[in-house]
């Protein structure tokens, strides 16, 4: 192979980054468009745009100001959060079907939050005490996984997995002994909604956060896919390494299940679509799960909130009959 | 230019008794063959060397520096280890494996450059393998994989080598070539040390021979002065026989 050739695929890595991040931040901004125009009450784009400038009426500047951006802000925020949560617990525990919640996350959110639901109290406490819950139950599994001092993937895996089913049990008590008029609130929180959704900033500056620290990992999170001791061979400082991702990992997903309760296939599809098309280097897969988990459920809640208007379905139900038939075709079709 | 200073090394091999302490120094230049029947430490040594595994006792100094107190990524820069097994996680091609050789010289923020993937192709070429650099690591055979680990590690360039079984899953061409490749490295100033099966190849490509037993003694030394057939039987528990070719000398098994 001739240098020129050489030079010129030297020369083509950035571009390969460059085309499929553009072409995702496309689909972004269409699916944040759209979920502003669409809904109730249509806006037109002309409107919208005289909105987005700081004109328009004062009817079409709440609703899309005041109600639908925000909404769709934090939408696309957890969708991002949680697709790359998942991508990187996958690397971590080097197994494909690791999700986000699959260390009992969600679970120990859940019961922080139905908690807070049950004894009657109202949305900031629900908020802190569901991400009281994550992180308590990260403590949790990592404490009991790490126990004798020398974890390993699928231990991690397994004492996640059992204490996710102990949460479920608690959640199932508490979902029995309730009184009937909370029950609607506390499975729509399970189900993943994001009307409880207030502010998008919290999660959107997560987002951007990891996003920037973990890019410059990516090369690292490669060679760690490929099992530890290769890692540290080729000077990969295998457990601070592992130490970061799962903090990071862990901490996204709580972010995310406190702003839209737990929305199930996002962390788990979408890495796993994006490595089907676009490889596994995680430079690229890490920033392309933020942008399509966001997209995702962009167009997941836009579906909710219109598709039985004005009643609203609950999010997750959308991302799994949106995910699942399209996973299982990728997978098909691929080699 | 490496040099790796073994004092009174113990490997920590569960349930063993110490055994002898290894003092010894693999040189730039020279060729050291490991041998020693199943489970006798070989595989261990060399995680041990290479600082994925603490040793029980005594230390392993890299360039003048105790290993134990270097950065993962500079260690990496001069030592490079073959693996005996390897894993594969999440699919990946022949390019993109050969090239994370080159992670070790890279800052987080740097993408592979134009040098770095010419040297993943002068790798993979070296190794016999470039024709299937596109190929999925997980549709190769076991020789290809073994050549592609190979080539990995020139990719990675170190001064010194580490190799288990650098050997294993090789058809009869094969091996001679990757031991030609060892040879031209030590050749060019870099050292080698392997763990070997084949007494023959030791034999002919080694120039100091390390011999562990199953109890954790050691013997060590130039190649002339181990390859006496009467510790050899005594090593692997059968008996060999002896013939000369090629001026090298041959060992066969016999009942």
Redesign the interface.
């Known amino acids: 192979?001739s240098v020129v050739e050489?030079?010129a695929?030297?020369?083509g890595?950035?571009r390969r980054l460059a085309v499929p991040l553009g072409t995702l931040t496309l689909a972004a901004l269409t699916a944040l468009v759209l979920s502003l125009t669409i809904g109730s009450a249509s806006v037109a784009p002309e409107a919208l745009w005289a909105v987005l400038r700081g004109e328009g009426d004062a009817l079409s500047r709440t609703l899309i100001l005041e109600l639908r951006l925000p909404r769709s802000l934090s939408a696309f925020a957890v969708g991002g959060l949680l697709a790359m949560a998942g991508a990187l617990m996958?690397?971590l525990l080097?197994n494909?079907l690791a999700d986000p919640y699959v260390l009992g996350l969600s679970g120990g959110a859940a019961v922080g939050a139905l908690t807070a639901m049950l004894a009657g109290l109202g949305g900031l406490v629900i908020s802190g005490s569901a991400f009281a819950g994550a992180l308590a139950s990260t403590l949790l599994v990592f404490g009991l996984a790490h126990g004798t001092g020398s974890w390993t993937p699928s231990r991690l895996l397994l004492t996640g997995v059992v204490v996710a089913a102990g949460w479920g049990a608690v959640i199932t008590l508490m979902l029995a002994v309730s009184p009937a008029e909370r029950l609607p609130g506390m499975l729509y929180w399970l189900m993943g909604d994001l009307s409880y959704a207030r502010t998008p900033w919290p999660p959107l500056a997560l987002l951007l956060i990891v996003c920037l620290l973990v890019i410059?990992?990516g090369?690292?999170l490669?060679?760690l896919?490929?099992?530890p001791?290769?890692a540290?061979?080729?000077?990969?400082?295998?457990r601070p390494l592992e130490w970061t991702i799962y903090v990071v990992a862990s901490l996204l997903t709580a972010m995310a299940v406190t702003t839209a309760g737990s929305i199930g296939f996002v962390g788990l599809v979408v890495p796993h679509m994006l490595?089907l098309v676009l490889?596994?280097?995680q430079?690229l897969i890490l920033p392309a799960c933020a942008l399509a988990g966001g997209t995702l459920l962009v167009l997941a809640d836009t579906l909710a909130r219109t598709m039985i208007a004005p009643e609203q379905l609950p999010v997750g139900v959308i991302t799994a009959l949106l995910g699942v038939p399209t996973f299982l075709y990728l997978l098909y079709r691929s080699? | 230019m490496s040099r790796l200073d073994i004092r009174e090394l113990v490997i920590d091999v569960p349930g063993r008794g110490d055994g002898s302490a290894l003092n010894l120094r693999v040189e730039p230049g020279q060729v050291w063959g490991v041998l020693g029947p199943n489970g006798a430490g070989k595989t261990t040594l060399l995680h041990t060397l290479a600082g994925l595994r603490p040793a029980r006792r005594g230390d392993v100094w890299l360039n003048d520096r105790p290993l134990a107190t270097m950065r993962r990524r500079h260690i990496a820069r001069a030592l490079g280890l073959v693996f005996q097994d390897r894993q594969d996680g999440f699919p990946a091609t022949v390019r993109e494996t050969a090239l994370i050789g080159r992670h070790p010289y890279l800052s987080p923020w740097q993408m592979e450059g134009g040098d770095d993937l010419r040297q993943a192709e002068a790798a993979l070429e070296r190794l016999d393998v470039a024709h299937l650099a596109d190929r999925l690591v997980s549709t190769l055979s076991g020789g290809e994989r073994q050549r592609l680990a190979i080539a990995t590690v020139l990719t990675q360039a170190p001064a010194l080598w580490l190799a288990d079984e650098p050997t294993n899953h090789l058809d009869l061409h094969h091996q001679t070539a990757v031991m030609e490749l060892l040879a031209e490295q030590a050749a060019a100033g870099r050292a080698v040390m392997m763990c070997l099966h084949d007494l023959n190849l030791a034999a002919r490509w080694c120039d100091h021979l390390l011999l562990l037993y199953p109890d954790g003694k050691a013997r060590w030394g130039p190649r002339e002065k181990m390859l006496v057939p009467s510790s050899l039987e005594r090593l692997y528990g059968q008996r060999l026989a002896t013939a000369e070719i090629d001026g090298a000398p041959v060992f066969v098994p016999v009942r």
Do not use: F, K
């Open positions: 192979m050489l030079g695929r030297a020369m890595r950035p996958q690397v080097r494909p410059p990992l090369r690292s490669n060679v896919a490929r099992g001791l290769q540290a061979a080729l000077g990969v400082a295998v490595r490889g596994n280097d430079r080699r």
